[in-house]
């Protein structure tokens, strides 16, 4: 069996819950850590918030806050929901561990603590990414605990005299966090690069907003290619629009199978006054001229506009 008494675990202790911004130095190694949590003998305070209180980590002199801590020494598992000692002593079978009922704890309605020693400190500031890394390994069924644990900070109320008294102590192995930690490490990595590549996708997009604002032909078209296509688009589908052109063009517009037809236009490839084209796009869009065979030509309105030497642009607005 390993033994691992002699681990270094640093803690400290703390008056009560309402006293708790600064913390006492107590055990060093697990041995006496561990004989502490599983020992019932304090005497029970009044008032929950007046109990006894420890924490598996080291604070520097600040106040105890979540930034304060340097190291954490164990894991501490609260469970509220049921579980009793012998259940989660059950849950890590191979590890080195204790846990104790707590101050809640009633005949019937359990609630402990496990206590699991690390096999090093890890640092405050990566605390709360490594249990999650550990949590997520446990897996789901074990995770009953409760997550508020996460904070280095958190106080544990010591065991002391009530109607529920029950403790356990198993060696086996430390929780070897060297891969938690290189796996928080890389997961903060990891978002650390994303949120990166998020803001750097950001500040492209503003870029080319405050660019096109700045100068909206900045994508190669010119604002009078702009006008101009504008104006292909209104002659190509508005009705009224290609009744205006029509107008415009000087076109004869005489009704033919239910639909008013422009007719009596030069067509731009033979010359001829034949080329027509329907008011109605939804009929047909195009423009045509009437020698099927000898000329064929099949083209826009704007094209008739454009060969008159007018500008489609001026049917854009
Ligand atoms: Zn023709």
């Known amino acids: 069996m390993p033994h691992h008494d002699g681990l270094a675990c640093p803690?400290?202790?703390y008056a009560s819950a309402r006293r708790s911004a600064f913390g006492r130095p107590v055990p060093t190694v697990w041995g006496q850590l561990r004989k502490a949590l599983t020992s019932h003998n304090r005497d029970r305070a009044a008032d929950k918030l007046d109990a006894p209180c420890?924490?598996?980590?080291?604070?520097?002199?600040?106040?105890?806050?979540?930034?304060?801590?340097?190291?954490?020494?164990?894991l501490v598992l609260d469970f509220d929901d049921g579980a009793d000692v012998v259940d989660v002593m059950a849950l890590f079978p191979t590890k080195e561990r204790c846990a104790y009922s707590t101050f809640s704890a009633e005949p019937g309605a359990p609630r402990c603590r496990l206590v699991l020693p690390l096999a090093a400190p890890v640092a405050g500031a990566?605390?709360?990414?490594?249990?999650?890394?550990?949590?997520?390994d446990i897996g789901q069924d074990k995770s009953a605990a409760d997550p508020k644990c996460i904070d280095p900070s958190r106080l544990y109320l010591l065991p002391c005299r009530g109607p529920v008294e029950i403790a356990d102590y198993a060696p086996g192995d430390l929780i070897d966090v060297q891969e938690y930690v290189a796996r928080a490490e890389y997961e903060a990595e990891l978002s650390r690069l994303a949120a990166d590549h998020l803001r750097a996708k950001q500040a492209a997009r503003a870029e080319?907003?405050?660019?096109?604002?700045?100068?909206?032909?900045?994508?190669?078209?010119?604002?009078a290619?702009?006008?101009?296509?504008?104006?292909?688009e209104a002659l190509r589908a508005d009705p009224e629009v290609r009744r205006r052109a029509a107008a415009d063009l000087g076109a004869k517009v005489a009704p033919r199978d239910g639909s008013d037809v422009a007719h009596g236009l030069?067509?731009?490839?033979?010359?001829?006054?034949?080329?027509?084209f329907v008011i109605d796009p939804r009929r047909a869009w195009g423009a045509y001229c009437n020698h099927r065979n000898s000329c064929g030509w099949?083209?826009?309105?704007?094209?008739?506009?454009?060969?008159?030497?007018m500008q489609p642009a001026a049917y854009g607005d």
């Open 266 to 276: 030069p067509c731009p490839s033979c010359g001829r006054p034949d080329a027509w």
């Open 208 to 223: 080319a907003a405050r660019r096109w604002a700045a100068a909206p032909e900045a994508d190669g078209y010119s604002a």
């Open 225 to 232: 290619e702009r006008a101009e296509r504008r104006g292909h």
């Open 126 to 136: 990566l605390w709360a990414a490594t249990m999650r890394q550990i949590l997520k």
């Open 298 to 309: 099949f083209g826009s309105i704007g094209d008739l506009v454009t060969a008159a030497g």
């Open 11 to 13: 803690s400290a202790f």
């Open 54 to 74: 420890w924490a598996p980590h080291v604070a520097t002199a600040n106040r105890r806050t979540a930034a304060s801590i340097e190291t954490v020494h164990a």
